[in-house]
Nanobody, 123 residues
Framework: QVQLVESGGGLVQAGGSLRLSCAAS????????MGWFRQAPGKEREFVAA????????YYADSVKGRFTISKDNAEITVYLQMNSLKPEDTAVYYC????????????????WGKGTQVTVSS
């Protein structure tokens, strides 16, 4: 059974930092790209960041560039999202996704999705 399990969400003040983790299990994810999406209340899910399996290529939404960093640990098949300088508008449920290509992740065409972790940024 394939699973993507997110963790690391919580409540933080504006300007603070959080590190999200997404642990993958249940199959080999070799060559899969992975990424993060978020969905705020009343809004559509939006792309946040993506990374290739090798970690050599990354892609970010304009709204998080310079503040968020995506990385991965292939030995543990875990993807991280370091979020700095958080803003109240970053408040959302954050989801992890995996797909066969970076493009597919960016377009939201993930083959696998996690159940999400809540991030709340207070002003």
């Amino acid at each position: 059974q394939v699973q993507l399990v997110e963790s690391g969400g919580g409540l933080v003040q504006a300007g603070g930092s959080l590190r999200l983790s997404c642990a993958a299990s249940g199959r080999t994810f070799s060559s899969y790209a992975m990424g993060w999406f978020r969905q705020a209340p009343g809004k559509e899910r939006e792309f946040v960041a993506a990374i290739t399996w090798s970690g050599g290529n990354t892609y970010y939404a304009d709204s998080v560039k310079g503040r968020f960093t995506i990385s991965k640990d292939n030995a543990e098949i875990t993807v991280y999202l370091q979020m700095n300088s958080l803003k109240p508008e970053d408040t959302a449920v954050y989801y992890c996704a995996a797909a066969a290509s970076l493009r597919a992740v960016v377009l939201g065409l993930g083959d696998y999705w996690g159940k999400g972790t809540q991030v709340t940024v207070s002003s």
